[in-house]
C-alpha cells in the first residue's frame, strides 16, 4: 500500500513537471517551466503529506476561515477601489495584498479554532468525529522509558492511535544525551521502545506538533493537550495520575494494570517461596515472586537462601503495589516438602520400563 502510495505521488510530479515542459506557464524556458512544474508538484505532495496529521475539525475549521477571509477582503477591496480611482498601480496592489493577508490570517484562525468546533451535533458523516477522539492514547516519557507498553501493545489489548506529543520526545532527546550513564542507557531504551512500537501493523502512532508554549511543565502539557484532543492519557507517573484526575482527564496507569494481573492469594494458603533477605522486624525473612511482589514472613529469618513452604496469613494492597504476609512452620513445611519429593519418585516411577516378562 505504502509503495503504491509513492507510486502515485512520484507520477502526479512527472505530469505536472511535463506539463510545464509542453505549457510553459507565464511564457517560461522550457527548462524553467518543467523546473517550475517539478517543484510545484513537490509542493503539493509535502502539502498532502502534512495535512493527513491535521484533524478534521481543523480542516473544517481553515476552509471556513479562508472562505471569510477571502469574503472580508473582497469587500474591503470595493472599498479602496471606490476611494483610489487614479492609481491604476497601487489598488490592484493593495487588493491583491488585502486578499492574501485576509485569506492567510482566516486560515491560520480557524485551524487553530477548529478544535472548538462540535462536529457530532450535526450527525451523520460526522457523528464519529467525537467518538473517534476517545481512540486516542497519548503516551509520557515515563511510560516509553519502563518499556512495558510495547508488551502490552503486542498482546492486542491497544487500540486506536498512540499519540506522541514533541514536546515529549524532546524531554526523551534530553534524557538520551544525558551525561549520566543511567539516564542516557534509559532515554536511549525509550526511543528503541519508540522504534519497535512504530513496527507494529495494529497501531498507528502519531507525531503532534501541538505545544503550550506559556506551560512550562511537561505534565501539565499533556493534561492540556488531552483536554484538547478529549483523550486519555497512559503512564505509570502516580503524581500525573492524581493531578491528570483532578482535572478530569482519564489515565491508562500501566503499575495499575500490573497490580490487576497479580494472581490473587487468600489467607491460609500454602505458598512455597525462596527467602531472600533478612526482613526489618524480628525474625523475619523477605521474598519476592516472579512478578516482583514482596513476601514478608515471620519466623523465616534463619531460613535464608532457602526454598519453604508457607501459609499465607495477610494480603495488603497498597498504592505502590501488593504485599503477602505469611509464617513459615516448620510442621506445614515438612509435609508439603515430603509431597514435593515424593512427586518426583512417583513420576519416575510411571516413565519407567516395566521389566520383561519371565516368558519373554
Not at 509503495?3 to 511564457?27: E, K
Not at 532457602?306 to 498504592?319: G, M, N, P, R
Request: proline residues 3%.
Amino acid at each position: 500500500m505504502l509503495n503504491d502510495l509513492f507510486l502515485v505521488r512520484g507520477f502526479f510530479i512527472l505530469i505536472l513537471a511535463l506539463t510545464g515542459f509542453f505549457l510553459r506557464p507565464f511564457g517560461m524556458a522550457a527548462g524553467w517551466a518543467t523546473l517550475f512544474g517539478l517543484v510545484f508538484g513537490l509542493g503539493v505532495v509535502f502539502f498532502e503529506v502534512r495535512l493527513k496529521q491535521v484533524s478534521l475539525k481543523r480542516l473544517i475549521g481553515a476552509a471556513i476561515g479562508s472562505v471569510l477571509g477571502i469574503l472580508g477582503a473582497y469587500l474591503m477591496s470595493l472599498v479602496i477601489g471606490g476611494a483610489i480611482r487614479d492609481n491604476i498601480h497601487t489598488v490592484p496592489f493593495l487588493q491583491l495584498g488585502l486578499l492574501l493577508l485576509m485569506t492567510y490570517v482566516g486560515l491560520i484562525v480557524g485551524a487553530n479554532k477548529g478544535d472548538m468546533l462540535n462536529l457530532s451535533a450535526l450527525g451523520g458523516l460526522f457523528g464519529g468525529e467525537k467518538v473517534s477522539k476517545h481512540t486516542f492514547k497519548i503516551l509520557d516519557t515515563s511510560v516509553i522509558i519502563d518499556g512495558r507498553i510495547a508488551d502490552i501493545a503486542e498482546t492486542g489489548f491497544l487500540d486506536g492511535s498512540l499519540v506522541i506529543p514533541q514536546f515529549v520526545l524532546r524531554e526523551l532527546q534530553l534524557v538520551a544525551d544525558s551525561a549520566d550513564s543511567m539516564k542516557r542507557n534509559r532515554g536511549r531504551r525509550g526511543l528503541d521502545i519508540l522504534q519497535r512500537i512504530q513496527k507494529m501493523a495494529q497501531l498507528t502512532v502519531q507525531i503532534l506538533e501541538d505545544d503550550f508554549p506559556n506551560i512550562r511543565d511537561v505534565d501539565m502539557k499533556l493534561i492540556e493537550l488531552a483536554k484538547v484532543y478529549d483523550c486519555k492519557i497512559i503512564t505509570n507517573d502516580f503524581n500525573l495520575n492524581k493531578i491528570a484526575q483532578l482535572h478530569g482527564v482519564e489515565v491508562l496507569n500501566i503499575n495499575e494494570l500490573a497490580n490487576a494481573l497479580k494472581p490473587i492469594v487468600l489467607p491460609g494458603e500454602i505458598m512455597r517461596v525462596f527467602i531472600l533477605k533478612e526482613g526489618k522486624e524480628y525474625n523475619q525473612g523477605v521474598a519476592y515472586l516472579d512478578d516482583g511482589t514482596m513476601v514478608v514472613v515471620d519466623n523465616a529469618k534463619r531460613m535464608i537462601s532457602k526454598t519453604i513452604d508457607i501459609a499465607v496469613t495477610s494480603v495488603l494492597q497498597t498504592t505502590a503495589g501488593k504485599m503477602i504476609f505469611g509464617r513459615f512452620d516448620e510442621r506445614v513445611h515438612s509435609v508439603y516438602e515430603k509431597a514435593h519429593a515424593e512427586r518426583p519418585e512417583r513420576t519416575r516411577s510411571e516413565h519407567a520400563p516395566s521389566p520383561a516378562s519371565p516368558h519373554q
